[in-house]
């Protein structure tokens, strides 16, 4: 079966500064946010794509959804190309595909009611379906009580704005949604809450999710497969169990103890990076990672580790991985 | 309890009130907090439940709209709550420091680090060399690599974990006995919040400090604290020593926020644990127990009487559960 | 959850301002203090005692009196009848001004707020240009290409306010472009005049309501002043500025014409400030009491 998307090589880029300052520095205008990146989703599949600020993440979301265009590299959903659609091809395409914002009540309109804002989608699309039952039955499909249609989103908490946020991706049946950083600002409880909705949702209607978060918990429990990306590139990709029980990369590995269970007496195994995220508007040499790499090796400062296959749909960029040959 | 003497910080049946258009909010009742020199006392619970509140007014500070309804605050024996804002500023900054989770906010955007560092030594003696030298150590004890030349630096130019550790370097540089570190590593990723912590760790052995943590990260609070004063709707239910709170749990409450923190749920789920239900009307806060209507094994006695602290497992492990009182009916 | 059995039926917008307005004594004051003010402009002709203009053949600069509750001016007319008919002639002014002022500047600001940079640049430029000349510099010179009339008034006023309005508007619509509930709209494929009219309209309307009822003031001032320097509204017309000006120049023989002149513009101004801040507090919905 073809992925229902399909990204290959993709590149964005941003200005770094003017383009006369750039031309009179002799310097490139423009730094690479998302650098040379693959992947794709299945139908009913869950990816999700883990890194730190910086790391390119919502870039890739925001290119998905046609609000920054693409540098380079192609961009197919359901087989068509759509990184050089037009305005009225992406009019078409946004009814199948949803995004969930970062910012739960932030990403509501603030004069709209609930009601009006989950059948926003419905209105903009032209849709002429009876918009009261309409949002009766999307309140009710994300556990919502009827009467929140006449809530405005200030008077909701976090966790209820998340559900009207949720609705909202869902109104028009989308076949993929992009979900950024699902469990920002909630509490643990709640967050538990916006995960299981999210992966009922997906049991039920059986869509395609694209998830974005710098948060393990989150990918753990509701993804099928994972990338991790680090300075715009994904330094290793993979089943998310696999992933999760045999590290190769050494970011990865750093990112699992960074997630630590609250438990005083577990083996303390934290790995400390030393110092940040390198600006990618002036990558490392070599292996971009080794910076920051406790195994790092004076090769890796040297030569840019390829992709390494290692069993079934894992795959990672590095000289010295942890996770020794491999095992599949 | 026994270790007054070493007693620090130690707060007694605190009541905060919040005016609001509605009537007053009790953000915090009767709440109890005992910090010994030199230990760190973790703050935890979901918003709403007051651990900023509290946090906020140990240093004597409280929004305009909040007041002190009942209680004490000692510090060294000294009672913050009855302190004018002279003496509240004679203490902050010398005996009491903080650190907050915004480290852009709390920083002047338009003086340069070395700048507040030496405004902040104020009191202190010796010239300005002497505090400009004592200002560079600090930093580079943090961790801000050539820290002599960043002096000169301005808030903006360092990167979120770096404004941080200057935060940090602040609020240690005139070696308080209590360190209040309100969310210190929410607004960081990951591996830098790891890095904090060490920092942290380190500057407390160093240093002898005592730090009460606020966070609502589970995980962070095991790692670093040695006690843990769980909070819920502005009630302390559960209180002991950081193994004794997270291996026994003995208040409902605690033991359904260790449920659902995902990180200890190892295999992989579609249905995570949650807590049904939400929080009380702190306007009018209900009768008996703050989290009958939450909790699965409540029953009659809990909707009527206020439940006290009963000893649970350890010597100084303490929660506000009837399920614990062993004299009683139960 | 609270489970409300009823289906929850919304109370109309203005029902809830309305009670929210009830319970700010000082915004129900100013409410009734233009309520009063606007009532006694619209009911002008049926309100006043007599014809503004008509020469009476009592006292001149009489005090108040059972007949002229206000007293009399210099030619003998009375005061109240003109100081009605002053405040019709200076609602008008506040209504036309900033109704002009407030329509243009919304759309100006609109466009320079969410269009592209260059057309801001442009637009700037211009906002820049007028207002770098005094309101009353401004007016002087138009009155002096035109001549005096209440339509220059008109017309000074608001070409002056103009940019003040689309310099608040393009401030909010340019905070609000990059707010992520725009991102979400459009990614949603909602169209840029969608975008406009339902989600950043209502969100800078409030803010420039307000600042507009506080801006009656002003314009009645304006319209007062320069009819007092005998640039605006011509004799024997009544405005309050020509009552203040007639009764400067006879302050020595009564203070009747200055004090009934000038109480309406203290009354307007209270009335039209109160009410601002009070719509300010209920039109801003962070700052609105509610769980």
């Known amino acids: 079966m073809s992925p229902l998307l399909e990204v290959e090589n993709l590149v964005v880029r941003y200005p770094a500064m003017g383009r006369v300052r750039a031309a009179l520095k002799g310097a490139e205008p423009e730094f690479e946010a998302v650098a040379d990146v693959s992947f794709g989703i299945k139908a009913g599949e869950t990816l999700g794509l883990v890194g730190e600020s910086g790391s390119g993440k919502s870039t890739i979301a925001r290119t998905l959804m046609g609000l920054k265009r693409a540098h380079s590299g192609s961009i197919r959903f359901d087989g068509r190309e759509i990184s050089d659609a037009s305005a009225q091809e992406y009019a078409r395409l946004r009814r199948e595909i949803a995004m969930m914002w970062q910012d739960p009540v932030g990403s509501l309109s603030p004069r709209l009611t609930v009601g009006a804002l989950v059948t926003e989608p419905l209105k903009i699309h032209g849709r002429r379906a009876d918009r009261r039952a309409e949002c009766k039955r999307l309140l009710e499909m994300v556990g919502l009580p009827a009467n929140f249609a006449g809530r405005f989103p200030h008077q909701l908490s976090g966790g209820q704005a998340r559900r009207v946020g949720v609705a909202r991706a869902l109104a028009l049946d989308p076949r993929l949604v992009i979900a950024d950083e699902p469990t920002a600002g909630l509490d643990m409880s709640v967050q538990a809450e916006v995960l299981n909705l999210l992966a009922e949702m997906q049991t039920r209607l059986g869509i395609a999710i694209l998830v974005i978060t710098h948060n393990l918990n989150v990918v753990r429990h509701i993804t099928d497969r994972m990338a991790i990306m680090y300075l715009g590139r994904f330094v290793e990709t993979g089943p998310t169990e696999r992933i999760f029980h045999a590290p190769c990369h050494p970011y990865t590995e750093a990112l699992l103890s960074a997630n630590p269970e609250p438990d005083p007496d577990a083996a303390q195994a934290r790995i400390t990076l030393s110092g940040e995220m390198p600006s990618p508007r002036r990558r490392p040499e070599g292996c971009e990672f080794h910076s920051r790499c406790q195994y790092a090796r004076p090769e890796c400062a040297r030569r840019a580790p390829g992709v390494t296959e290692h069993g079934p749909q894992h795959a990672f960029t590095c000289h010295f991985p942890i996770c020794g040959p491999s095992a599949a | ?330 | 959850m609270a489970e409300t059995t009823a289906s929850y039926k919304e109370p109309s917008a203005l029902r809830v301002y309305a009670g929210q307005l009830r319970r700010n004594p000082m915004g129900m004051l100013g409410l009734v203090l233009v309520l009063i003010v606007v009532a006694t402009a619209i009911f002008a002709p049926w309100l006043a005692p007599y014809d503004p203009n008509q020469i009476m053949l009592g006292p001149r600069m009489g005090a108040p009196s059972a007949e002229h509750w206000l007293g009399t001016d210099q030619l003998g007319r009375d005061l109240l009848s003109r100081v009605i008919a002053g405040g019709r002639i200076a609602m008008l002014v506040a209504v036309a001004t900033l109704g002009a002022a407030l329509s243009v500047g919304l759309a100006l600001g609109l466009i320079a707020g969410y269009g592209p940079r260059w057309l801001d640049n442009i637009l700037l430029l211009i906002f820049d240009a007028v207002r770098s000349f005094p309101v009353i510099v401004f007016g002087l010179a138009v009155v002096a290409l035109v001549g005096p009339s209440l339509y220059t008034v008109i017309l000074v006023v608001a070409i002056t306010s103009i940019p003040i309005y689309a310099r608040i508007v393009r401030t909010q619509t340019q905070a609000l472009r990059g707010a992520e509930f725009i991102l979400a709209e459009r990614a949603m494929g909602a169209s840029t005049l969608r975008i406009l009219g339902v989600h950043v309209l209502p969100n800078v309307l409030g803010p420039l309501l307000i600042l507009a009822s506080m801006d009656v003031p002003m314009v009645i001032a304006t319209e007062a002043g320069l009819s007092f320097l005998g640039m605006g509204v011509r004799p024997p017309a009544p405005s309050w500025g020509t009552i203040l000006n007639d009764g400067y120049n006879f302050i020595r023989n009564s203070p009747w014409p200055v004090i009934a002149g000038s109480a309406p513009i203290i009354i307007v101004t209270l009335g039209f400030t109160f009410l601002g801040e009070a719509l300010r507090d209920i039109f801003d919905p962070k700052l609105r009491r509610n769980s």
Request: one cysteine or more.
């Open chain 2, 1 to 330: 309890m026994t270790e007054a003497a070493d007693s620090l910080l130690s707060v007694k049946n605190l009541s905060i009130d919040f005016g609001t258009p509605r009537g007053a909010l009790h953000a915090l009742r009767g709440v109890e907090l005992e910090v010994p020199k030199g230990r760190i006392m973790g703050l935890v619970g979901e918003s709403g439940c007051g651990k900023s509140t509290l946090a906020f007014s140990l240093a004597g500070l409280l929004p305009s709209n909040g007041r002190v309804a009942g209680g004490a605050i000692l510090l060294n024996g000294e009672d913050v709550t009855k302190m004018s804002e002279r003496e509240l500023r004679d203490i902050r900054g010398r005996r009491v420091s903080m650190i907050f989770q915004d480290p852009m906010t709390a920083l002047n955007p338009v003086a340069t680090i070395g700048r507040q560092m030496l405004d902040i030594q104020y009191r202190d003696a010796g010239g300005k060399a002497e505090k400009r030298r004592r200002a560079a150590e600090m930093l580079d004890r943090v961790g801000i690599p050539d820290a002599a030349a960043q002096l000169a630096a301005y808030p903006h130019q360092f990167s979120g974990g770096m404004r941080q550790r200057v935060c940090i370097a602040m609020a240690l540089l005139t070696k308080p006995d209590l360190l209040i570190a309100d969310e210190p590593t929410t607004a960081l990723d990951a591996t830098l919040e790891v890095q904090i912590i060490e920092l942290l760790r380190e500057l407390q052995q160093e240093m002898g400090c005592a730090i009460v943590f606020v966070s609502h990260h589970l995980g962070t609070v095991a790692e670093l604290c040695d006690d843990v004063t769980v909070m819920y709707a502005g009630e302390m239910v559960e209180r002991g020593t950081v193994r004794d709170v997270f291996h026994n749990p003995a208040h409902p409450y605690t033991q359904a926020l260790l449920e659902c923190d995902p990180a200890r749920i190892k295999d992989a789920t579609r249905q995570l644990p949650t807590i049904p239900g939400t929080l009380p009307d702190l306007v009018r806060v209900p009768p008996g127990c703050i989290f009958r209507n939450r909790c699965e094994h409540a029953w009659e006695r809990c909707a009527t009487e206020h439940p006290p602290h009963y000893a649970a497992s350890g010597p100084r492990h303490v929660a506000s559960c009837h399920l614990l009182d062993k004299e009683g009916t139960a």
